[in-house]
């Protein structure tokens, strides 16, 4: 019963999170004043190592729900719920766009919402740099700016965009080597 | 190709950090430049699809190439293989190593990895403005969909649905101009 029971909470969370899985946040932690699945520090442990692991954060924070709720069962039956909605949509959505794709009108509405897009990824870049760079509660003038940046960060940041920028090579050779200099540099 | 779905799919799932636009530079690479499977101008049609419907914009992206590719069976696949990575490690570290989320190492390896996904999302984005900005009403949409996203937080889905309005009507304009 509690697997049924999953199913359906975890699939009205995949219907209800919409634009992204840290919408799904505030509906896991709904779930703890209905069902003692998990308490509101289990939580704060899920969306911990949900951020802090390769894949979708909300399919993590799903994952690491459903395990705390019903063990490895609980955790499959909680992930393949969440997604399905989102699957669903999404097929159904492939079907229309596929047929009407091509059109003079579906292709000028694209066209506004192309750039539209590219500003909302400059925004997530540039929030994404102030959160992981910067440390703005340190801020007491222009004097304590030294304390509010990361220099180590900083450097694997600009060399990272520098070497990507010139030599474009494969993401996943960054992010390993970013790995092994955060361990080396004790970050 | 089912096969191929599902293992670059997989490959995006358990080695991207960060979630949503952070997989964005993983996906150009293997999406767009190595597999061939979708243009530039799609991947970001698909992200907006993915802004304005429920779930993360992982598993939409999967369910939509692959649909494109191969069909229902195609989308399912590929959205099985971007999923699995995330069962297999958040289950493991769930039942077996409950205290890597507080590991000195760990968390020094994440620091590193979090400061090289911030390089390679603003290279995203830099790409993104060479294939996706162009004319002055590009110009005009990326810059004032940036401002009201980042200085005023403004709701992404409606800054798309006027950015479509917007896209849908300037034409008119033009065409009747020319008259």
Known sequence: MTYLLLAWEFFKIGLFSLGGGLSSLPFLSRLTERYDWYTLSDLTKIVAVAESTPGAIGVNAATYAGYQAGGILGGLVATLSYVAPAVIIITLAAKVLDRYYKLPLVQSIFSGIRPAVTGLIGAAALTLIKNVLFDFSLWKGWESFEAVVDWKALAIFAITTFTMLKFNKHPILYVGAAALIGILLKM | ?179
Do not use: H
């Open chain 2, 1 to 179: 190709m089912l096969l191929q779905l599902f293992l670059s799919f997989f490959k995006i799932g358990a080695l991207t950090f960060g979630g949503g636009y952070a997989m964005l530079p993983m996906m150009q690479r293997e999406l767009v430049d190595n597999r061939a499977w979708i243009s530039e101008q799609e991947l970001t049609d698909v992200y907006a699809l993915s802004q304005c419907t429920p779930g993360p914009i992982a598993i939409n992206t999967a369910t939509y190439i692959g649909n494109k590719q191969k069909g229902t069976l195609g989308g399912i696949l590929a959205t099985l293989g971007v999923i699995t990575p995330s069962l297999i490690i958040i289950l493991a570290i769930a039942a077996l190593f409950d205290g890597i989320s507080s590991n000195k190492y760990f968390l020094w390896a994440l620091a590193g990895v979090s400061a090289a996904v911030c390089g390679l999302v603003l290279c995203a984005f830099i790409r993104m403005v060479g294939r996706n900005v162009k004319k002055a009403m590009g110009i005009i949409i990326c810059i004032i969909s940036f401002a009201l996203v980042f200085f005023f937080k403004v709701s992404p889905i409606i800054i798309i649905a006027a950015a479509g309005v917007v896209g849908a009507v300037v034409p008119l304009i033009g065409r009747r101009e020319k008259k």
